[in-house]
């Protein structure tokens, strides 16, 4: 019982960081249509951040994360400048912006492993430090609670701020309809560029609570990039509900798959899961509509 | 609404506009003008270009063409969207469009994005009067819009633009695909925010209803102004029906490319 | 002169374009660079492994272009696939190293890569896009990172077949470089052939547009997954290729940045033709391999080569190729009309000082009507039973709206059935419910004793119900012939085999279905703008190339969504008159219009709808006599009068 509660924590804390770098590709995608691939490694340049201010400078864990939110957010600007505009300016057509996102992922990585380069993969201290505590009659590390919490808070103020506020609410109706958002006087590319603002600030966060869990590590950049995407893809594009769902599901299932089956295959997991949910629910667990046509 | 323009002023002055798509020329030089406290209807076949030239005036520009706009005196031909709404003119394109996923009261708030910073109570006021309006829409404020039937789907369209305080409203076919008793109801608000002071354009595409719902008209056939003049007087053209139905040719001028 | 007749016909019977010389210099240069290498930098052993190596990543090039270029399924793991293969085709021969050669080892890798495809491909099928994308990438990674566990594959350090007793290939050296460069050869050719036959036209129709598609009858679930399963063989049989030249395999031999190399030496080099990618990929990978003194910095140099080619040159190098030849004036077509020969020719020639994405020229528009009267056109599809099309108690709601309410309809063959009604009354729904696009809430669509309204949409095209879209949907990169063939290709039965690999009846139905569609185009005045893509066409013109292909599927019925709208009065006679030559043929046609006066002149028969429901069916002159019509459509109070 304590080995399948332990595999459960685990998994509830690494599904934390899916379901972290799912909801900033849905705060993008409903604005613009696009889905980032770039995010994931926009993520581990926050957690490469995060080693040097921590491991080597010895800097405090506030300003660390204000550092991480900095260079994260202009990465995302960069990023929207150069990748994504082109695009959003004309009717999402083809996979163009596809390509283009992919390939600045493509730089940030060989970037990250220049600077990073042949270093091996470096633990990274947690702001709660590292201690545990005590649930359920099992010891849950506290960088584990911290980013789950940190998910939980997330996601509230999305729906708060999609809610609730003037620029989240237009953000929805741009992502409705362009042109009627216009009519009424509401610039679609500035929403874009805000909106990769909010996926950046999102991004960053996550990047500074999943820096302990994930430690300093380039390679992985595309690897939680694309497993983020399977958590959107099971919890369903478009809802944010969907994003944390997914993101758990998603890391419970290769904890248990560690567990039960083998942990050498643990990536197994993870495409069988997507294969399953494609072939039975394709519209995700709470996917409004099928994938728009591209 | 503002006083400060009387009855009569001419709002929005177009002249000698031009639109169009690559080497298409939808819009081939029109000139018009609505004034304070009017609606004016704009008639004619499908393709005519009465669309094109709406969304020219609204700010989705369609390439750089020659012609001017003028709204309030002010010349906003190269002006952003946004800018154009900030002049005070907000257009309705038809299909009665809102953003689906919205809330009544969400559609409307978002309708006075560009007034956000006037504060909560003036916002609130000025949705009041679209409920006044429209009073239906207040018993399905918290409705999803996407669920409302085509014509209350319209009249959040219409209340949305009318959250930005206009001084000139321009709607593209508002009652088309509605039942009748949609359509009246429509057509008395519009009459009731002409008597307020707004200037008011019309795309309409039943003639008869364009002109007994307008006081002046002007007919649209291959991107240019054929006819025009007092809704009255154009309602005794036989004319005037048969361009629109199609079964009189206009002899124009050969359309430019 | 009998020499260059016999090189027209051959040229012809391959379809292939003898004066498009600059765009066929490029690959034959590029093939005969790729013979000559060893004699250029080097034939070492170690180095021709190298160059072998870069070989056998071409023949996945071409697979992935067929896929991605052509049939738009963005697989862009395709390097799982060829991974799949090449263990399959490795593990044979470490446990069979005397009976496997470089024959076997192909066929085992294609078969391993057919397998994998279907895997991957067949989940993400339904959701298409760039899930299809992002999950064949993901099985990309996943792929290398279970072979490093398992011990089987030879974990971490990958299986070394030169380490293998009793393994020794039989070809090698310069031998084993000419085979292999002959290889890419035939796959480039082997995807020249599959692009420009049925198989191939499929594709692009599916990638166009599926709603396009499906009107001519297209499955597409089955055209995407062959495009997959073609792909997927070549990528697999690509890793056999592999292993067999470079006796090794591991999980680092393929990986998800070798994926997105493979994707930025497609988009420099031109994803929408088979030369493009080729280039791209040479030289991506090229460099890649041979200029390792900057590896580290590579990531970034191609990272932004591939963003700025995505965002400004999104056609990538070989479209430069094709506006370089327009320019030089010596890319112009050769028409092989039936009855105007030198003028297409000429109209070939006058269209190649357009850019490679012209803008629609006035030139193209019709002015003349053709003086020939229009040919008949009998029903094929369909033409077994001849009972008319009824629609009976239709109806279908979309939110809280209904647009189309308790409706009865029937279409006879050899009449011309007018719908008219304002916007929003329900034509094109009801449009959609015949054709199949919409499913009924209530309510049945037969003909005779065969129900429509539950089969799918291509299936109900097969049957014999063509139509068009309020909006012309074309291939747009495509000429106005290349349009119109795939409908007549419907028709013609043939094995997508037999039409890729030019067996005879392959040869006999593609040049059926070229002349079949020419004449088509030609009798309704289209010659000029055979050899011009659609998208140089202004509407007019698209929307008369729509109905040549509606009417080229020889269908017993048309269903016409607003052709009128937006043409000229020339045009609009010419629409007139097919929709009565049609009639005349015996095929039932459905006009749906706003141009009341055209629909009362050609009609037999009239319905008249308003907010989804029947308000009137009659004659015309039942119609003209009808003030209750008149006065609820039209707002008026008096009938209408006689159109002119």
């Known amino acids: ?240 509900r969907g994003c944390v769902i997914g993101g758990l599901l998603l890391g419970v299932a290769e904890q248990m798959f560690d567990l039960y089956v083998s942990s050498n295959y643990e990536i197994l997991a993870a495409l069988i899961l997507v294969l399953l949910v494609l072939a039975v629910r394709p519209s995700g667990l709470f996917g409004r509509t099928a994938v728009r046509e591209v | 609404m503002s006083t400060a323009i009387g009855a009569g002023d001419p709002l929005l002055v177009v002249s000698d ?180 002071g707004l200037a008011i354009l019309i795309v309409e595409q039943s003639v008869p209803r364009a002109l007994a719902n307008s006081s002046r008209c002007y007919v649209m056939e291959r991107g240019r102004i054929v ?31 | 002169m009998n020499g260059s007749n016999a090189l027209n016909d051959l040229t012809d019977r391959l379809g292939l374009d003898s004066r498009a010389w600059l765009r066929w210099a490029v690959p034959v240069v590029l093939i005969v660079f790729l013979y000559i290498v060893p004699q250029l930098g080097g034939n070492g052993s170690f180095r021709m492994g190298e160059y072998e190596e870069v070989l056998s990543f071409l023949v996945i090039a071409v697979a992935l272009n067929i896929a991605m270029g052509y049939g738009g399924q963005y697989i862009l793991g395709i390097t799982a696939v060829f991974a799949v293969g090449a263990y399959g085709a490795i593990l044979a021969a470490k446990y069979h190293p005397h009976g496997i050669g470089l024959v076997a080892m192909c066929i085992i890798g294609g078969a391993g890569g057919a397998v994998g495809g279907l895997i991957i491909g067949l989940p993400a099928l339904r959701v298409g896009g760039f899930y299809l994308a992002l999950v064949s990438l993901f099985a990309a990674l996943a792929i290398p990172t279970v072979a490093q566990q398992w011990g089987f594959v030879g974990a971490d350090t990958g299986i070394p077949l030169y380490a293998v007793n009793g393994f020794a290939p039989e070809i090698s ?110 030289i991506i990978l090229g460099i890649n391999q041979f200029f390792t003194s900057f590896q580290q910095y590579n990531g970034i140099v191609f990272g932004v080569l591939l963003l700025g080619f995505a965002v400004f040159l999104p056609d990538g190098l070989m479209a430069r190729v094709t506006v370089l030849s327009a320019r030089l004036g010596i890319n112009a077509p050769r028409t092989r009309s039936l009855t105007s020969g030198p003028a297409g020719a000429a109209a070939g020639v006058a269209a190649v000082a357009a850019p490679s994405v012209p803008e629609p020229t006035p030139a193209t528009a019709m002015t003349e009507k053709p003086a020939a009267r229009l040919p008949a056109w009998p029903p094929i599809l369909g033409a077994s039973d001849s009972s008319p099309l009824v629609v009976k108690g239709a109806k279908r709601t979309f939110g809280g709206v209904t647009a189309v309410d308790d409706m009865d309809l029937t279409l006879t063959r050899g009449q011309i059935h007018g719908l008219i009604g304002s916007n929003g009354s329900g034509k094109t729904t009801l449009l959609n419910l015949i054709s199949r696009f919409y499913s009924l809430d209530a309510g049945q669509i037969r003909i005779g004793s065969t129900r429509l309204d539950n089969q799918p949409a291509h299936a109900v095209a097969r049957s014999g119900i063509a139509r068009t879209f309020q909006s012309p949907k074309l291939m747009l990169r495509e000429t106005a012939l290349e349009n119109v063939i795939p409908a007549v290709e ?91 030559n049609l009639a005349r043929s015996g095929v039932g046609v459905l006009l749906i219009e706003h141009n009341v006066p055209m629909v009362l002149s050609i009609a037999d028969t009239v319905t008249c709808l308003h907010q989804g429901k029947r308000l009137f069916q009659g004659t015309p002159a039942e119609l003209r006599a009808d003030t209750n019509v008149a006065s609820v459509f039209l707002g008026v109070d008096e009938p209408l009068e006689a159109s002119s």
């Open chain 1, 1 to 240: 019982m304590t080995l399948f509660l332990t595999a459960l924590f685990a998994g509830l804390a690494v599904g934390s960081v899916y379901g972290l770098i799912a909801l900033s590709y849905t705060v993008v995608f409903n604005s613009t249509a696009i889905f980032n691939v770039a995010q994931g490694d926009l993520m581990m340049a926050g957690v490469l951040v995060a080693y040097f201010c921590l491991d080597r400078w010895h800097l405090a864990q506030i300003l660390t994360l204000l550092i991480i939110i900095a260079v994260v957010v202009s990465l995302s600007l960069v990023e929207e400048r150069v990748a994504v505009r082109p695009f959003v300016k004309r009717p999402v057509v083809g996979l163009g912006w596809f390509i283009a996102t992919l390939a600045f992922s493509l730089v940030i990585e060989t970037v990250a492993s220049i600077i990073y380069g042949q270093n091996p993969v470096v633990p990274i201290p947690s702001a709660l430090g590292g201690g545990s505590v005590h649930v359920a009659g099992v010891h849950v590390a506290n960088k584990f609670i911290l980013a789950f919490a940190t998910m939980i808070v997330i996601l509230v103020a999305l729906e708060v701020f999609y809610k609730r506020t003037w620029l989240g609410t237009a953000m929805r109706g741009v992502a409705e309809d362009r042109e009627v958002a216009a009519l009424r006087g509401i610039d679609a590319l500035r929403i874009s560029r805000l909106a990769f603002i909010i996926a950046g600030l999102v991004t960053g966060l996550a990047a500074f609570v999943v820096a302990p869990i994930v430690s300093a590590d380039v390679t992985v950049g595309l690897t939680y990039g694309l497993k983020g995407f399977i958590a959107l893809a099971v919890g369903g594009f478009g809802s944010l």
């Open chain 2, 17 to 196: 506009l031009h639109a169009g798509y690559g080497s298409l020329q939808a819009v081939a030089g029109i000139s018009f003008e609505v004034r304070a406290a009017e609606t004016v209807a704009l008639i004619g076949r499908n393709g005519a270009g009465k669309t094109t030239s709406l969304l020219s005036i609204a700010g989705l520009r369609y390439g750089k063409f020659p012609g001017s706009v003028k709204l309030t005196g002010v010349d906003v031909t190269r002006a952003t969207s946004r800018q154009i709404v900030d002049a005070g003119l907000a257009h309705v394109p038809e299909g009665h469009r809102i953003f689906a996923s919205l809330s009544v009261e969400e559609n409307l708030r978002l309708g006075a994005y560009t007034r956000r910073r006037s504060g909560r109570k003036a916002v609130a006021s000025t949705m009041e009067r679209v409920f006044d309006l429209f009073p239906i829409l207040r018993t399905y404020a918290t409705r999803n819009a996407g669920f409302l039937s085509g014509g209350e789907q319209q009249m959040v369209a219409i209340g949305q633009a009318l959250m930005a305080e206009p001084k000139v409203l321009m709607l593209d076919e508002p009652t088309s695909g509605l039942a009748p008793i949609v359509i009246r109801t429509i057509y008395d608000a519009v009459a009731q925010l002409r008597d307020q």
């Open chain 2, 227 to 257: 006819i025009s003049g007092e809704s009255t007087t154009l309602a005794q053209d036989e004319h005037v029906f048969a361009i629109v139905r199609g079964t009189e040719e206009v002899p124009s001028p050969a359309r430019t490319s």
């Open chain 3, 173 to 282: 050296g310069e031998e084993l470089y000419f085979i292999v460069v002959s290889l890419v050869l035939l796959a480039t050719l082997f995807s020249w052939a599959l692009v420009h036959s049925r198989v191939g036209h499929r594709f692009v129709a599916l990638h166009t547009s599926q709603q396009l598609a499906t009107s001519i009858g297209i499955r597409s679930y089955r055209t995407q997954l062959s495009a997959i399963l073609i792909s997927s063989t070549m990528a697999g049989l690509a890793g056999g290729l592999y292993v067999y030249t470079q006796q090794f395999f591991a999980p680092g031999s393929s990986s998800v940045q070798f994926a997105v190399l493979l994707l930025a030496g497609m988009t420099i080099g031109g994803m929408g033709t088979i030369t493009g990618p080729l280039i791209g990929s040479v």
């Open chain 3, 490 to 580: 419907l028709r013609v039965r043939c094995t997508g085999a037999e039409s890729i690999l030019r067996l005879p009846r392959g040869v006999r139905t593609n040049r059926q279905a070229h002349d079949e569609a020419l004449e088509i185009l030609e009798a309704l005045g289209l010659h000029h703008v055979i050899d011009q893509k659609a998208t140089a066409l202004p509407h007019g013109t698209r929307r008369l190339v729509e109905m040549a292909r509606a009417i080229a599927l020889r269908p017993s019925f048309v269903l016409l969504d607003e052709p009128a709208a937006g043409l000229s009065p020339v045009e609009l006679e010419m629409v007139a008159e097919v929709c009565q």
